[in-house]
């Protein structure tokens, strides 16, 4: 038994869900006011015997009690666990992410990049740094209470400046070279690395410093921007600046912004609108991007309007890149960025800046206008599409042949079949033209297109010790772990089994079918390892399988030690065991709609909230039937081929 179940045996769920959200006891189950959403008639369902909770209004979410803290908190995996182990009594001793000898030396790094940022605030207050605040006040606009909370400073003038006080303190030079503040010359000495630079502290998502950007104050320096180097504490891919400040507002608003540059960011926090962060001028990664899904999955990208920021969502396309040489500066790519919402099952959309003006200069003329250009983003494909007829003639046949040559191939990239008709009709509309037209030849993507699940790094799950105490599972919980066991040693099956339940009309087997969280991280494991094809499926699982999870997997594969030689008697097991968590998944959602229609009906003035759910409970029951003939199919194609 994993220590995660162990962790849900301490920790009645009524009462940790209890002390932040007013719980009355509805039949067997719980009833509230949703916690990550405003609404006036309960629809936040906590269920003990399961030890899971559901919200049923615009949330739409559910999980256990780690996904509940992770949600509430805007924690990753990691972080719950640590907060609900303590809580629970249970000692995660081999639970450490580095070594003792090397978290000291790691916080003595980070303590001094704390005292560095106050140097170069103080060098921002001298003469030297007049010019440096000057241009902050003046051409920047920011006040001296925003300099104050983003930490703003200067880097004097100076080839060694920082070395010599900093020595001078005790730290050696090997220190200031782990933390990015000095360089080394080619005859061993070294220099300040940031000279007669605007300097702006970068921290993680926790508010801990992990090194600096700089900005020139002099034209004729270069590069316009300098990050810290890699280092122990700095990593540029993983990093987005302002998610410390940032992550409660993208929480409260449900939705993150994203702009280029850090001084964009700062000035737009200043306007009031903080849910705004930076990838610091790198190319978008999809850590990045999975670390702002923690927080929300709604991602706006609001770019620059130079040539680069325009254009730079269609550099996926080959006219583009042409266009552009390939030029560095490019960030982000169109194709690449719906494979990401894709994998993410996130909701990636894009705002242009208006009049030739960055996203600073827009919020400084009109605060109101930038709300209305974030409340307007479009999506990918849309944008896409508006961007290549833009002063264009649409009237056009050679033009709409290729505006449709090259927004086709990102339709037919989405995975999801609504959305690419959709998408098709928008276009057909957009260039007025019979949607027969475009669904020829070319409107097939020259990359085969494979299931693309929700991946998530299996390093986001750190190690636990192995488990001490055994448990009281659910049924559900049971069901799962079968599904899981027989999955862990024959990962090959999950595709098959894919079309297995397609063939019965059902969904594809997602992690949203297992409603615990450490079932979840281990099916997204299994997925990934067929995702990828430098090594076998087992390999990869057992090569990538966090620590935390070792225990778990020995268990299940335990379990399914004497394994049904014949494949198709191993999915027909697997699909009766989807059939039946969807089965009792479902059946406990119409019996806690059904109370909460009852709740509406029986408070008078809530006939569309009643309505509603009586119609979503209609949904739920006609989805069991489905279920029901699927299996009722799968049972008859059972006997025929006996």
Known sequence: MSQLDEIKSRIDIVDLIGESVKLRRTGKNYSGLCPFHNEKTPSFIVTPDRQTWHCFGQCNEGGDIFRFVMKKEGWDFKEALRFLAERAGVKLEAYKAEKPEDKEAHERLRGLLEEALTFYRYHLSTPAGKFALDYIHDKRHLTDATIETFGLGYAPDSWDATLAHFQSKGFTSQELMDVGLVSQRDNGGFV?????????????????????????????????????????????????????????????????????????????????????????GTALTEDQLRLLKRFSPRIVLALDPDAAGQKAVLSGLAAARQSLDHA????????????????????????????????????????????????????????????????????????????????????????????????????ARFLKVDERSLSGPQARSPITRRPRPRVE???????????????????????????????????????????????????????????????????????????????????????????????????????????????????????????????????????????????????????LRAASYREMVQQHTMLLRSLDQAQLKQNGRRKEGK
């Open 192 to 280: 300040d690395r940031f000279r007669n630079r605007l300097m702006i502290p970068i921290r993680d998502e926790n508010g801990k410093m992990t090194g600096f950007g700089a900005r020139i104050l002099d034209p004729n320096d270069y590069p316009k921007f300098m990050n810290s180097p890699e280092t122990p504490l700095f990593s540029k891919s993983r990093l987005l600046y302002g998610l410390d400040r940032a992550r409660k507002p993208i929480r409260a608003a449900n939705q993150a912004v994203i702009v280029e540059g850090y001084l964009d960011v700062i000035a737009v926090h200043q306007a009031g609108f903080e849910n705004v962060v930076s990838p610091m």
């Open 328 to 427: 560095d500066e490019l960030r982000f790519d169109a194709r690449g960025l719906l494979r990401h919402e894709a994998r993410l099952q996130a909701d990636l959309r894009v705002a242009s800046m208006p009049d030739e003006l960055d996203p600073d200069e827009i919020v400084q003329r009109d605060a109101g206008q930038w709300k209305s250009l974030i409340e307007n983003a479009q999506p990918i494909v849309v944008h896409v599409m508006e961007k290549l007829a833009a002063g264009r003639d649409l009237e056009d046949a050679k033009v709409k042949s290729e505006i449709a040559g090259q927004v086709l191939p990102l339709i037919e990239d989405l995975p999801n079949p609504v959305e690419r008709d959709t998408y098709r009709q928008r276009l």
């Open 457 to 607: 790094s299996p390093a986001q799950v750190q190690e636990l010790p192995p488990p001490v105490a055994k448990v009281t599972l659910s049924p559900s919980h049971r069901i799962e772990a079968h599904i899981l066991s027989l999955l862990v040693r024959r990962p090959d099956l999950l595709y098959r089994l894919d079309r297995y339940l397609q063939e019965a009309a059902l969904s594809r087997m997602t992690a949203d079918d297992f409603g615990y969280t450490d079932h979840q991280v281990l099916f997204r494991l299994v997925r990934q390892s067929l995702e990828q094809d430098v090594h076998d499926a087992d390999q990869y699982l057992r090569q990538n399988l966090p620590s935390s999870l070792e225990s778990l997997v020995d268990e299940l594969a335990a379990q399914a030690a004497d394994l049904d030689p014949v494949d198709d008697r191993l999915l027909e097991d697997l699909f009766r065991g989807v059939v039946k968590i969807r089965h009792m998944a479902l059946n406990e959602s119409v019996n806690q709609l059904r109370f909460l229609q009852e709740e509406a009906q029986q408070s008078g003035d809530q006939d």
